[in-house]
């Protein structure tokens, strides 16, 4: 049964841990309880959209299309060749956008407020 539809565990997986991450990152359980019936429900909430998140999510739709279209519509979790020039340099250039798109702005680290 795993085997068969472990797609849809990982989704879930997914999902519940950016749930659970919620209240670490909140100030009380209020605040907690608050976005995540903001996100529920679709309600306003968000003052400054981080237009990279688009630039992301439109980079992560081609690349999936793309491994589905080269897997003949197989699952695209398919380990990366390093061992060839172009696993190099997929990798290489995966890095390089991951840097150039890096938010580095001034909001202090998950746990930095702590101490």
Same mark, same amino acid.
């Given at each position: 049964?795993?085997?068969?539809?472990?797609?849809? *565990?990982?989704?879930?997986?997914?999902?519940?841990?950016? =749930? =659970?991450?919620?209240?670490?990152?909140?100030?009380? %359980?209020?605040?907690? =309880?608050?976005?995540?019936?903001?996100?529920?429900?679709?309600?306003?909430?968000?003052?400054?959209? *981080?237009? *990279?998140?688009?630039?992301?999510? %439109?980079? =992560?739709?081609? %690349?999936?299309?793309?491994?589905?279209? /080269?897997?003949?519509?197989?699952?695209?979790?398919?380990?990366?060749?390093?061992?060839?020039?172009?696993? /190099?340099? %997929?990798?290489?250039?995966?890095?390089?956008?991951?840097?150039?798109?890096? *938010?580095?702005?001034?909001?202090?680290?998950?746990?930095?407020?702590?101490?």
């Amino acid at each position: 049964m795993y085997e068969e539809n472990y797609e849809s *565990y990982i989704i879930i997986t997914v999902i519940l841990i950016n =749930l =659970l991450w919620i209240p670490f990152r909140s100030t009380d %359980v209020s605040m907690s =309880l608050t976005v995540i019936g903001r996100i529920i429900t679709w309600a306003a909430g968000l003052n400054n959209f *981080y237009v *990279y998140t688009l630039v992301f999510g %439109v980079l =992560l739709v081609m %690349v999936e299309g793309y491994a589905l279209i /080269k897997n003949g519509g197989n699952t695209p979790i398919k380990p990366l060749n390093l061992r060839s020039f172009h696993g /190099k340099f %997929v990798f290489v250039t995966m890095i390089l956008i991951m840097m150039m798109f890096a *938010y580095f702005g001034n909001s202090a680290f998950i746990y930095g407020s702590m101490f």
